[in-house]
């Protein structure tokens, strides 16, 4: 505290006046100052839990050096500061000055006394940086000290008031404090809600109490959590403003509560999956034949691998076709396609389902050569129709598949089992019907059963329906 020091005249200088005399008329006109040791003057604990560390600008220092400090810092002697604290002389406007004045080593600073008690004094400290430029991480913490404060002076106000308590004074109070909190930092509610809360987000047990609003909203999964201290440590940075912050939080937790729910739906269906009496069905024959036994709608999605010569379009028609009846409603018919008759092949499955997308598998290794175009190619069609409109998928796939190496041990023209299941896990459920009408060697049926998937298998080869027996139902 400053003891007997007394007061000095604002006309007493130990040096000579700068001729740039602007501030300390401003000074002045807010009453006495005087010069105090720099090393009896402290920071307010709180300006640097909100702001940080203070490393003002080499000019900055460097003008201190020649001219000495013209605006007087704001230091607070009331008795609350020391015994809040620890600490005398707390200041709460100028912060910035004290630490360029330290190190410009100058043995005085200009300083106008205040006495407020605690929480005003904290209050007054966020005041006074009202003009300071703050990333959005700085004002966030900003509006939870002003909170803080707000806070305090309600409690001792209510004392031992419990009839106030008993009519609900005691919780639910944050809304009142937004608008005084808003008032002081010149923004609105909403901005300092959503600052307020990430922080609420991404540290509970420091910021959250029971006298806010809705506090079961805050407890959220620690990958929210996550998020939340991300997008504050971008919010620090100045690389991200409230409203986006707040917005990716929100969106981690919706992600969170529908990955949650997907899996009690996946847990539902692979039970539904394992209690069934027949997972797997391969039958001989041609699909067009096969599938003229197959109810309408009964057919979840169809995945496979047809011929790519121009003798195949007749079989690309006929799938298109039984596709548009036996698949239910928003039902997918992937398959797998050379290039030479692309789009002869897109006019005969459009004519009968919905266009949808078209993916690729990047092949690995040199690739085939088209010798009649002098081509070598490098990846491979995935065309994607729907019966009807499509039964989005929920969570976004990529359409580039990283082929998974040749895998031509059972049939020649068999795909590689990884780019199957990459296919199925992405536009298809657990415990789904899957068809594959040319089925070979079975790997689309490998895949889908691994996948928790039924599947019905098709092939007019006997030899080839026998290998997918073996591949899928080893234990048969």
Request: proline fraction near 5%; hydrophobic fraction near 30%.
């Amino acid at each position: 505290m400053r003891g007997s020091r007394g007061r000095t005249s604002p006309f007493n200088y130990s040096r000579p006046m700068s001729d740039n005399t602007d501030a300390l008329v401003e000074a002045l006109a807010d009453g006495e100052f005087e010069y105090v040791p720099v090393d009896e003057l402290h920071g307010h604990p709180e300006n640097e839990e909100v702001y940080g560390d203070i490393d003002p600008d080499e000019s900055f220092v460097d003008d201190f050096r020649q001219n000495g400090v013209e605006t007087p810092l704001v230091v607070n002697e009331h008795d609350d500061t020391e015994a809040e604290w620890g600490l005398p002389n707390t200041v709460i406007g100028g912060h910035r000055r004290l630490e360029a004045a330290r190190r410009a080593e100058l043995k005085t600073v200009p300083v106008r006394w205040k006495q407020y008690p605690e929480p005003t004094a904290t209050r007054r400290l966020v005041q006074n940086n009202k003009q300071r430029e703050k990333t959005p991480g700085q004002v966030a913490r900003e509006a939870l000290t002003l909170e803080e404060t707000a806070r305090e002076v309600s409690q001792a106000a209510m004392g031992e008031r419990t009839d106030l308590r008993a009519r609900g004074h005691e919780g639910g109070q944050s809304k009142r404090w937004d608008k005084e909190v808003a008032d002081d930092l010149g923004v609105g509610q909403r901005t300092v809600r959503r600052a307020t809360d990430i922080y609420r987000f991404a540290y509970p047990d420091e910021y959250v109490h029971d006298q806010l609003q809705n506090v079961e909203k805050y407890d959220v999964p620690e990958e929210v959590r996550e998020e939340a201290r991300r997008q504050i440590e971008m919010m620090d940075e100045g690389e991200q403003g409230f409203k986006p912050a707040y917005e990716e939080v929100k969106q981690a937790e919706r992600e969170y509560e529908e990955q949650q729910k997907r899996e009690e739906r996946d847990q539902s269906r692979q039970s539904a999956y394992q209690n069934a009496e027949e997972t797997v069905e391969l039958r001989h024959g041609d699909f067009r034949d096969v599938l003229d036994s197959e109810p309408d709608a009964s057919i979840d999605h169809i995945v496979t691998d047809p011929p790519y010569d121009a003798d195949a379009l007749e079989q690309w028609a006929a799938l298109g076709a039984h596709a548009a009846r036996v698949l239910k409603p928003g039902g997918f018919l992937i398959a797998y396609s050379g290039k030479a008759h692309l789009p002869d092949v897109h006019d005969v499955l459009s004519s009968h389902l919905n266009y949808h997308w078209q993916a690729i598998v990047n092949h690995s290794g040199p690739g085939a050569k088209i010798f009649s175009r002098n081509l070598r190619t490098g990846y491979k069609p995935i065309l994607i129709y729907t019966k009807g409109d499509a039964d989005v998928q929920e969570d976004f796939v990529t359409d580039v598949l990283e082929g998974g190496g040749r895998e031509k041990d059972s049939h020649d023209w068999q795909q590689a089992e990884s780019e199957a299941a990459q296919l199925i896990e992405s536009f298809t459920e657990i415990n789904d019907c899957i068809c594959d009408p040319m089925c070979g060697s079975g790997t689309i049926g490998v895949a889908a059963d691994r996948l928790d998937r039924r599947c019905l298998l098709i092939d007019e080869d006997r030899d080839a329906v026998e290998t997918a027996r073996r591949k899928v139902m080893p234990d048969e």
